[in-house]
């Protein structure tokens, strides 16, 4: 190699491995606007997943990203990836309460609740008065045969929050997957009676009356929330699900429910 021709490698070598005198890289994007994060909040599950999925992307460090993307993939129905998601986010923000709720919500959806026990312990030990660790905890300590630690996340819960209508529905979706549709009745009824009780739960206690064969009243709780076609399909359902638990070894368990 000619003499000029080493000079320019090693000035060529030099520059490269001295970022501060090369060329700066593409700096990374900024995130979404606030008004857009907004507007994405108030979209279908698939468009919020698409949308931050490409934020976490862009920053594993974002905390709304990280809980929205676990959040919107749960509501696909997509529990193993929603775990994932959620995990992932707790990489780089172990201590993100919002996550390790998410993380619990999305292990207990996929039926492996022993792995969101951890993640959901670790949210009520860093928010003593929050009652939504409490009724998670609940359903994950069921899930796992935990029947007295159930028991007793939902009592505590209950003392934060009288009346909650989303704890007084998770105990009452166990009492129905143990067949005790009584007990589930009771603590729906208690559940719809409290004023921020949501569509979903009314959808429970309809679900509830039918299993134990009141389809009239099922009927009317339905219609006066749905449509007519899906309130329709709703019911054929729950008509085929109380034939078949009525049925030698048919099926009530919440697995089947779903």
Partial sequence: MSRTRLIAATAL?????????????????APAP?????????????????????EFERDPSDPEAGV??????????RFEEAAQAAERTLVAQPDNVEALMEAGRAHIARGHAFYGIAHLERARAARPGDWRPLSLLGVAYDQVRRPDDAE????????????????????????????????????????????????????NLALVLGLKGDLPEAERMLRRDLPPEMADANLAWIRDRAGAASVPGGSRTWGSLQ
């Fill in 34 to 54: 606030a008004e857009t994060r907004a507007a994405y909040a108030r979209m279908d599950p698939l468009s919020r997943s698409l949308f931050w999925a490409a």
């Fill in 68 to 77: 929205a993307l676990p959040r919107a993939l749960r509501e696909l129905g």
């Fill in 152 to 203: 007793a996340a939902w009592a505590e819960g209950l003392r934060l929050s009288p009346d909650n209508p989303a704890i007084l529905a998770n105990m009452a979706m166990v009492r129905l997957t143990a067949g005790d549709l009584d007990m589930a009745e009771t603590l729906l009824r208690r559940a719809v009676a409290h004023p921020e009780a949501g569509l979903q739960i009314r959808q």
């Fill in 13 to 29: 070598a030099w520059l490269i491995a001295s970022p501060g005198l090369a060329q700066d890289p593409t700096p990374a994007a």
